[in-house]
């Protein structure tokens, strides 16, 4: 089936530098990526709507300049964290938006982000 | 309140006990999707429901429309099935994640 491959799963990185995570979609099209940010014990958080070819949508408090996404190609969504804090470490997640009744919801397998 | 709400947040359960979660949800949805997340916190979708119930292997979903509310039931459980299981409310361009149940099964 469709499967939504994210990299790198665990990467650590120090302070100031920054970050690329890369979701792509195997063997479909996704024209919309979600990416979400998990902290320990608690639910995923939306953090930004990628959209093929088009600016991304923030979710309220989510710094854009900070969190680069790019949606440039349907079968690739890049999140990049920028100049990196140890208050980013977090897992994050990319999910494939679901454009009708009959499509499933795909994750990526997630990147832990350590930043020392 | 959380548009999408679990029960229990914890459950520990010996082997071969027949297990339910349930969730609840206040939002109009197009579909409520269970997931499973394993330890090294990748996820994996297990079913997408709109109506109705569906079935895979051990695993049981339902969900009633009318009261907002959806179950994932295990039956004869094994200590793999040890994860945390969410659910999740897709309303037609979001979803919405309960805080999710996490499941120890003991041998």
């Known amino acids: 089936g469709a499967v939504v491959s994210q990299h790198p799963s665990r990467v650590i990185c120090k302070s100031g530098t920054s970050v690329k995570i890369e979701c792509r979609s195997l063997?479909?099209?996704?024209?919309?990526m979600f990416w979400y940010r998990q902290f320990p014990k608690q639910s995923l958080m939306l953090m930004a709507t990628?959209?093929?070819?088009?600016?991304?949508?923030?979710e309220q408090g989510v710094e854009k300049d900070k969190f680069l996404i790019n949606h440039a190609s349907l079968t690739l969504s890049t999140l990049t964290v920028t100049s990196a804090h140890p208050e980013d470490s977090s897992f994050y997640i990319c999910?494939?938006?679901?454009?009708?009744?009959?499509?499933?919801?795909?994750f990526g397998q997630g990147t832990r982000l350590t930043v020392v | 309140k959380n548009e999408v709400e679990q029960s229990p947040q914890n459950l520990t359960a010996q082997e071969g006990e027949f297990i339910t979660i349930n969730c609840s949800y206040s939002?109009?949805?197009?579909?409520l999707h269970w997931l499973q997340q394993h330890p090294g916190g990748g996820i994996v979708s297990l079913f997408m429901?709109?109506?109705g119930k569906k079935k895979h292997g051990r695993l049981i979903a339902t969900i009633n429309i009318q009261e907002k509310h959806s179950s994932l039931h295990i039956t004869a459980s094994h200590p793999r099935d040890s994860a945390v299981y969410i659910c999740?409310?897709?309303?037609?361009?979001?979803?919405?994640f309960g805080t999710g149940t996490s499941l120890t099964v003991i041998p």
């Open positions: 999910a494939n938006g679901i454009p009708d009744m009959n499509t499933e919801a795909f």
């Open positions: 063997d479909f099209q996704a024209t919309t």
């Open positions: 990628s959209n093929e070819g088009s600016k991304a949508t923030y």
């Open positions: 939002v109009g949805i197009s579909a």
């Open positions: 429901l709109s109506s």
């Open positions: 999740a409310a897709y309303t037609g361009n979001q979803f919405y």
